[in-house]
């Protein structure tokens, strides 16, 4: 294992929360929102909450069941495969990027350490999910969704807000959901992108009927150059090469019995800068999951059970730089999921959905842990009643981890439809993130130990929100705060001096998020704003690589059959804590990325795009530069 790259960072966060926050009433982030408002006045969109004004957004993630995007009263936004084909992303960190109450930091490039931090909790307090399966690292912890190739991507659905209750650990700050690209009987695409710093990127994709069902397979392929992601270790530059398959299909049985199926193979190298021992790392991850969802009526009642069985394996080795691959560090991981879901529609304004999971986790590599294997049990009840102009939601869940403790959670929101265009609600939930293999049980290395005390970390949450959607404008405006109890952090020491992980004090997130869609003047205007308050109380600095201010401008119109789009975003200045306890501020930022499109054919279109059009020198993490100015030209075939 390197220090640099797989080592120190490899084993726990950094920056993580230390000790309780300054206190932030109410009034003053109320008032905020006041300014938030006033400063925005003139501008329009709303990314936060709305997408398609033309459709009916369907949604599963925040309730575990298909449902309209407005009618559910969970925070959420939606990127769809339009927007992925507008935006013309080259990670799923693009796609991220512009979303409010999102940080992102990198340890340089595409391929290299990523974390993402939702309103303003741990990298780890996220749950990813690729189709429902689980794709985080259990023996880290977080999950690297820098590996997933954006044009296998259907949809992303982003819960904001705990969502424990429902789906279990991790779920603190919110669930991030990956759909992988379903094509119809007969459709196929090929496409090839060409840029900077030698990229190359070619995928095609097509879909196959088979009597009343029909099964999607898409293969990408993407490499680069790269660049040189840290100047004072080694002066070459860090290039990477990723491979993808994702298969997904479905076959409709008869009338009341479905069978679906998925799997997603991502093969990457990567090369990165170290000061000592490996600087190449090779990662394997696989997906794949087979369900059957039964429909049957009980009397009135109508019922949807939905059986799955699925696996997510993650496996890495590190080595080059006079490391040959067979002694290089390896860790392999690997969940089995299994689950049973029924949702029953009692009346069409009460239903109720069950459920029960069992998680299997293993971790295996050339680390040798003192426990390697265990089981994570849950089962949950969720139900959501419509009372005229009310809503009411309330979801509880159990969830018992081997070797650890158990956990009681729930969510409950009540909102009301104050007029045709505008609903409030209020929203109160919990969570729970269970201690990874690393913080547990971690061997001596490096002078870094596992503490097999440790218990779970737990939250409290409450977020106020209006949604607001007229003719051409749309808007929406979030408050909320969180409590986070005996949060993990790596800054203990155990008998003999090594550095171990324990539960430290009290940790308060508050936040204010406003967004604003308007269409008109010429194309759409999309505009969020957002403000965390994250400090650490000792020294009055916001928490390691998380901002205070986000803002963030997209505006898409059609000019002479080209389609544009161009893009702003704003980061206020954040602070990065090293090693021994240096602070380093973290300057804020502005990039703008400019794009456009045109359809040479009904078919047939050629698209480019600037990233970092102003050449901005910024660093998310400390010492590790980003991408500078970058220019792709692309070409898509599709039926």
Known sequence: MNRDQHGAEGII????????????????????????????????????????????????????????????????????????????????????????????????????????????????????????????????????????????????????????????????????????????????????????EGYQMVNAGVGIKHGDGFTSISLNHEESDGFDVKDDTETDDDGYSYNSLAINGQQQVNDALALSWLAQID????????????????????????????????????????????????????????????????????????????????????QVNLGAELYQEELKGSSVYSESERDITGVFAHGIYKLDALTFELATRYDDVEGIDSETTFNSSIGYQVTDSTKISFSAGTGFKAPTFNDLYYPLQWRYIGNTSLVSETSQSNEFNVKSNFDNVSIAFNLYQTDIENLIDWSGSDKDGNVTPINVDDVETQGAELGLNYQGFGGEHQFNISYIETEDASTGNQLGRRSKNHISYQFDTEIENVDVYAELQYKGKRFDYLW??????????????????????????????????????????????????VAYIGFTYQN
């Open 13 to 196: 966060e950094r920056g993580h929360m230390k000790t309780k926050l300054f206190n932030k009433t109410p009034i003053q982030l109320a008032i905020a929102g006041v300014i938030f408002s006033s400063l925005t006045s003139s501008v329009a969109y709303a990314n936060a909450t709305v997408e398609d004004s033309e459709l009916e957004t369907i949604t599963v993630t925040a309730n575990r069941f298909a449902t309209s995007v407005d009618d559910s009263l969970a925070t959420q936004v939606v990127i769809t495969r339009a927007d992925i084909e507008r935006i013309q992303p080259k990670s799923v960190l693009d796609m991220l990027s512009t979303v409010s109450g999102l940080d992102i930091s990198t340890n340089g490039g595409r391929g290299q350490t990523s974390s993402v931090y939702m309103r303003g909790a741990n990298a780890g307090h996220t749950l990813v999910l690729l189709n429902g399966v689980r794709i985080s690292s259990a023996s880290l912890g977080s999950t690297n969704i820098q590996n997933i190739a954006p044009e296998l991507v259907e949809r992303i659905e982003i819960v904001k807000g705990p969502r424990a209750a429902l789906w279990g650990s991790d779920a603190i700050g919110g669930v991030i959901q990956i759909f992988t690209r379903k094509l119809e009987s007969g459709e196929h695409f090929v496409s090839a992108n060409f840029g900077s």
């Open 267 to 350: 093969q990457g190298d990567t090369e990165y800068d170290s000061s000592f021992g490996a600087n190449e790392s090779e990662v394997n991850n696989h997906v794949w999951q087979v369900s059957a969802a039964y429909q049957w009526q009980l009397s009135d009642i109508k019922n949807n059970t939905q059986f799955s069985f699925g696996q997510n394996r993650t496996s890495n080795i590190s080595h080059g730089n006079g490391t040959s691959r067979n002694e290089g560090s390896q860790f392999d991981t690997r969940r089995n999921q299994y689950s049973i879901i029924n949702n029953s529609e009692i009346t069409t304004d009460f």
């Open 580 to 629: 021994g306890g240096e602070v380093v501020t973290l300057d804020s930022y502005s990039l703008v990325n400019l794009g456009a499109s045109y359809p040479l054919t009904s078919k047939f279109k050629v698209q480019v795009k600037v990233n970092n059009a102003f050449d901005e020198n910024y660093q998310t993490s400390d010492g590790y530069f980003t991408q500078e100015r």
